[in-house]
């Protein structure tokens, strides 16, 4: 939230914009009071003290949902079926992710799923987060302090072009996977997601272990993606933080255009 | 010189002195008289060259000021300046000072992208005035050097474009020159070794970057430069084409005078340029290279691609289908590297040549200073459609992997699609193009035999209701009628009673070219017209 | 050069007839009633010219045009010193480039516009008729200058001499073969490219080590649907040529199910329990191939798009590269850390002459 607070302030407005609805859904379902515009972490050490209070009860509530609404593909049992994966032993995380970018549950099959409108609330993610996690062990939900960005956005970068930047783009701006699927945008996904994302391996994402990339090391990267997000591009306009086919579109339509349109203005008869 | 009248007449006597003191020594006034009062002709198209001219006089003037700052180095340091994502990184001296021109040194970053946006303009601006020269035909004799000339700059700008984007040694610009090396190795017999001379040893090597500065900022400018002024000199020879137009003949050039009209015109879209171009760098983000970090073998970032004006040589890599690389002879021939050169090679020779191969096929011997109205050449300009598709599709290949995020395709359609429209694409253009010309040339025939349509219903005494149309006053004829046609080449004996291969060709291209045709209207097609109309 | 008086018939005296009265017009159609060239359109004033109060404000624009970009100038030098960006704040280096360049377009594009308006609306709005000539000069001046090159050769004997002369030309020929020559220096003297292709720094017993910290991984460390992108253990610690080792030697190393991997024959041991090692640059032009989807175990290389099967031995199933990226033989040492068997049995990278 500090974060937040340092930087320009002709940006601020547009995060406000787009953090607020995350936070007000938040704040419904959990009663938790959050800053407004803040990034919307919410915060996962209460909500583990508060889920182990009444752990059973949480299991069991998610069971129901889970019953409900997953079961179909996921089996009873979530045990899976032809339609959909095992989900014994995926973890609170996974679920957490899954569910709370609104990826799962899915629409429809298709190359790969989509985010959208997240169709629980907060609440019932972690019931059914920790449903899952009830079956088989598995990456827990994040700490705080590992997803809120107060690491070392350097080495962050490092890792982040090393381990991320081919399939998710060096500005976090998403890439083309094989056969229709893609590497999405990483502009507007909180800290959590990303964490959850890296320890479980989304869709056809590799997994990064904690031996792989450390939790600090993890940590870090979400920092750089944070500066990223926080701090606007010193030249301008990002054109969509794409690269050279942009520049290139927009030097010849709106560069060679208005040129184009000013040569008309000056070749013509005045009046 | 207004200051001059209104001033004090000292003050005008000092101009005066002073023209008479530097003509004196430099012979000025000759210059004067002979240019000083020519005509350019005006019409919007002919500004193009110069938005390439005004680009690039900005690109040396922008390129000049970094000169000072940046650091051909490939010299290892720990990055120390103020971005704070790459404190502490290890990069070359010169990814280093392109990142403190950019974070440190106040109004670097505005320059150094004003740099690299005039010459995506310059190249750009080439290319839009090099298909005004293509569609009006003002390549014709006494052109057809300067056309070389131009194409030559084109090459040259964007060799100067790719050695400018490498200079920076960061992620992008990298992978860029690996593609290069991995291409120079494709060839056969030479290439390893031309790999080894370009990057001093083993890609990447330490040179690489000392190297393309030298070439940036010295040989490859000096060339541009000198070229410049030769097309510019022939410009003046030639003197410029003019449209057809009442008064306008094959024998003069109408328009304003170089001095003050022409002149104020052209300097002030110098500036406008340059504004244009200021503006652009103050508002949009060019080559973040603090994004792509320094150059490393191991990583690298989804949509890799190089500035747009070599997208049309990566894209012919990627439409280039599996397994088109053997061993024969004990030697490796990479023709899935091979093809795409020659494929391009070809196009770019074909395109050089082309004012050579259309004047051979005419035979024509005349000057031509009036440019053509684009369908009235009907088959020149199918031609040059095909030839703008099968680039644009090369060129959208460059950008498959976007493509295909951005409309939710897949990436293998993508590719299957364009190599349909880089094969497929040009016939089909060829097609559609010619036949729309030879529509609007029979429109425009229409309109001089029956005259245009005025939007005036009257109301015959039959009952029957027509539209009125208002016939054409004689200058708005002239510019319909005032073209050239030509006929297909008779194949006939030489003197030793022999027809060669090359006549064949000839009369084959001929008919080619100038088979299907709609010649202008006559006078006594018109007065014929008349005849049976009224 | 005539003023324009806008009299058809001066144009008409000068017509296409002389500009090469000789040339031929090759296959071109001239119909014997084609229509003459009816001269010039009467003169139209534009509302400056008629108009004063039009031409007064014609005239405020234009100075004011120019005052504005004098304004621009001086914006763009106290934006210099307004907005500082020592700060080490990103968005100290916007403002700076956004300020400094809206008063440089501003100081522009007020002299651009204010010089066009004043071009277009006040100055006298003539029109000139330039004669055209033959480029090629009036035979006069060609025959002129045949006699300056016969003179010049008759005075040199340049033909006459024809010994000098092909002993000149074949001099001037080979003098600049030196200079070719000489850029053989831009490759160093004591390296065989091919010999130094066909090998990276990976050798029996090198451990697998994580890029870019250089830590070694074990066997255990990589869980299924891992990816890791890998260095030789020892490589950040060289002193010189560290991007050129790694140019070669990078590695991306995936756990797959060992069910799911089609291994060739002579390869069942190159790979350890699922886990495999494969170059990461690509065998088309050398981009690092590092996209890897772990359910299709394709992997995709991001320049163009060719696509590698690590199930089938990493051939290739779509794009323009032919070769399968080169295998890394891996085993485990015995502190279970992951250790290369041999260097790659092949030259990894983009093909050469060479190769074979």
């Known amino acids: 939230m500090s974060e937040n607070r340092k930087s320009p302030m002709n940006r601020q407005k547009r995060r406000t914009g787009r953090r607020h609805p995350l ?40 069971k129901k949902l889970f019953q409900a609404n997953c079961a179909t593909c996921h089996g009873l049992a979530a045990q899976g079926t032809t339609d959909g994966p095992s989900l014994v032993g995926v973890g609170a995380a996974a679920v957490d992710f899954q569910v709370g970018t609104g990826r799962m549950p899915m629409q429809m099959q298709g190359p790969q799923a989509q985010k959208k409108p997240v169709q629980f609330t907060d609440e019932q993610v972690k019931q059914l987060a920790y449903y899952v996690a009830s079956l088989g062990p598995g990456p827990d939900i994040p700490a705080d302090h590992l997803t809120n960005g107060g690491g070392d956005a350097a080495n962050g970068a490092e890792l982040f072009r090393i381990n991320c930047a081919m399939c998710h783009n060096v500005a976090g701006a998403g890439g083309a996977l094989t056969e229709g699927k893609f590497a999405p945008a990483l502009t507007d996904v909180t800290g959590v997601h990303i964490y959850e994302a890296m320890v479980t391996g989304p869709q056809n994402m590799p997994v990064f272990n904690d031996m792989n990339i450390s939790p600090e090391d993890k940590r870090d990267i979400i920092t750089y993606l944070k500066y990223v997000q926080d701090n606007r591009s010193p030249g301008g306009f990002e054109l969509g933080s794409i690269g050279p086919v942009a520049e290139g579109l927009f030097i010849w339509i709106f560069g060679l255009g208005s040129l184009v349109a000013i040569t008309v203005w000056i070749t013509a008869k005045s009046n | 010189m207004s200051t001059a009248t209104t001033n004090a007449p000292q003050k005008r006597s000092f101009t005066a002195a002073a023209s008479v003191y530097v003509n004196e020594r430099t012979s000025v006034a000759g210059f004067v008289k002979e240019l000083g009062r020519k005509a350019f002709p005006d019409h919007w198209s002919f500004l193009l060259g110069e938005v390439a001219l005004f680009a690039f006089v900005v690109v040396l003037i922008s390129g000049t000021f970094l000169t000072f700052f940046f650091q051909a180095s490939m010299a290892e340091v720990h990055y120390n300046g103020s971005y704070v994502p790459l404190k502490g990184v290890e990069m070359s001296v010169a990814m280093a000072s392109t990142l403190d021109i950019s974070f440190d040194i106040r109004g670097g970053l505005f320059v150094r992208q004003m740099h690299h946006w005039a010459a995506l303009l310059f190249v750009a601006a080439i290319g839009l005035h090099m298909l005004r020269i293509f569609f009006t035909g003002a390549f014709r004799k006494p052109r057809e050097l300067n056309w070389v000339i131009g194409f030559v700059l084109f090459i040259l700008a964007m060799a100067e474009g790719f050695t400018g984007y490498s200079l920076p040694d960061d992620l992008l610009s990298g992978n860029g020159l690996a593609i290069i090396n991995g291409m120079i190795k494709g060839f056969p017999l030479v290439g390893t070794w031309m790999s080894f001379l370009l990057f001093g040893g083993e890609f990447p090597g330490t040179d690489i970057v000392g190297r393309l500065y030298t070439l940036h900022i010295l040989l490859l400018p000096a060339l541009v430069v000198a070229f410049v002024a030769l097309h510019l000199v022939f410009v003046v020879v030639h003197k410029h084409t003019q449209y057809a137009g009442p008064g306008k003949t094959p024998g003069n050039a109408v328009g304003p005078p170089i001095l003050p009209v022409y002149a104020a015109k052209a300097g002030g879209f110098f500036f406008i340029v340059f504004g244009v171009l200021a503006l652009i760098a103050s508002l949009f983000t060019i080559n973040p290279i603090w994004n792509y970090g320094p150059y490393d073998p191991s990583p690298v970032s989804a949509g890799t691609q190089p500035d747009w004006y070599i997208g049309f040589a990566d894209g012919a890599l990627r439409l280039i289908p599996p397994g088109w690389e053997f061993v024969w002879l004990d030697r490796t021939w990479s023709f899935n590297i091979l093809v795409p050169i020659i494929a391009i090679g070809v196009f770019i020779v074909l395109a050089l040549m082309y004012p050579f191969i259309e004047a051979w096929v005419k035979g024509d011997k005349r000057e031509h200073h009036i440019a053509d109205r684009p369908r009235n050449a009907p088959t020149r300009t199918a031609i040059g459609a095909a030839g703008v598709t099968f680039y644009a599709g090369l060129w959208a290949a460059a950008s498959s992997d976007l493509l295909a995020t951005h409309f939710s395709l897949t990436m293998e359609g993508v590719i299957h699609a364009l190599q349909a429209v880089v094969i497929l694409g040009p016939f089909v253009a060829y097609f559609i193009t010619k036949r729309v010309c030879i529509a609007l040339q029979k429109k425009d025939r229409e309109i001089v035999l029956h005259g245009f349509e005025s939007g005036r219903i009257v109301k015959l005494p039959g009952g029957e209701f027509i539209e009125v149309h208002e016939p054409l006053d004689e200058y708005e004829r002239w510019r319909l009628v005032s073209f050239e046609t030509y006929e297909p080449l008779m194949l006939r004996p030489n003197s030793r009673g022999k027809i060669t291969f090359g006549q064949r060709l000839r009369a084959g291209m001929s008919r080619w070219f100038f088979e299907d045709r709609i010649a202008p209207v006559t006078k006594g097609e018109l007065e014929a017209g008349h005849g049976e109309h009224h | 050069m005539a003023q324009d ?115 277009k609306s006040l100055m006298y709005d003539v029109e000139l008729v330039d004669e055209r000539h033959p480029i090629g000069g009036s035979p006069e001046t060609q025959a002129a200058a045949v006699k300056v090159f016969q003179d010049a050769d008759r005075e040199s004997g340049f033909s006459r001499r024809a010994v ?169 040492d015995d502190e279970g850390y992951l250790i290369a068997q041999s260097d790659f049995t092949e030259p990894v990278g983009p093909s050469f002459w060479e190769r074979h």
């Open chain 1, 23 to 62: 936070a007000t859904v938040a704040l419904l379902a959990l009663g938790l009071v959050f800053t407004g515009g803040a990034y919307a972490a919410f915060s996962t050490g209460t909500a583990q003290a508060e889920s182990s209070a009444n752990s059973q009860q949480t299991i069991d509530e998610g």
């Open chain 3, 5 to 119: 008086d806008h009299s058809g018939t001066e144009i008409a005296a000068a017509d296409s007839s002389h500009a090469a009265p000789a040339a031929s017009p090759g296959t071109a159609l001239i119909a014997p009633d084609s229509f003459e060239n009816p001269g010039f359109p009467p003169h139209r004033p534009r509302v400056t010219d008629e108009d004063p109060k039009r031409e007064k404000r014609a005239q405020r624009t234009v100075y004011t045009l120019f005052y504005l970009s004098i304004l621009g100038s001086v914006w763009a030098i106290a934006a210099y010193m307004l907005f500082p960006m020592e700060s080490n704040n990103v968005g100290d280096v916007r403002l700076n480039n956004l300020f400094i360049g809206l008063g440089a377009t501003l100081a522009l594009l007020g002299i651009g516009f204010g010089a066009v308006h004043w071009a």
């Open chain 3, 164 to 332: 000098i002369r092909n002993s000149l030309i074949g001099a001037l020929l080979v003098f600049p073969l030196p200079a070719v020559v000489l850029f053989r220096g831009l490759a160093p003297q004591d390296q065989n490219p091919i010999e130094l292709l066909s090998h990276t720094m990976w050798k029996k017993g090198t451990r697998l080590a994580l890029d870019p910290s250089g830590a070694p991984i074990k066997a255990s460390d990589v869980t299924m649907g891992s990816a890791f992108h890998v260095i030789p253990e020892g490589l950040q610690d060289l002193e010189h040529g560290k991007l050129d080792e790694k140019a070669k030697a990078a590695v991306l190393l995936m756990r797959l199910d060992p069910k799911d991997l089609n291994e060739l024959p002579e390869r069942k041991t190159w790979s350890y329990d699922g886990i495999v090692a494969y170059s990461k640059i690509c065998t088309h032009v050398g981009c690092p191939v590092a996209l890897y989807e772990q359910h299709t175990h394709h992997l995709l290389c991001p320049c163009h798009q060719s696509q590698f099967d690590v199930a089938n031995h990493c051939e290739v199933i779509f794009g323009p590269a032919k070769r399968p990226l080169p295998q890394l033989p891996i085993a485990v």
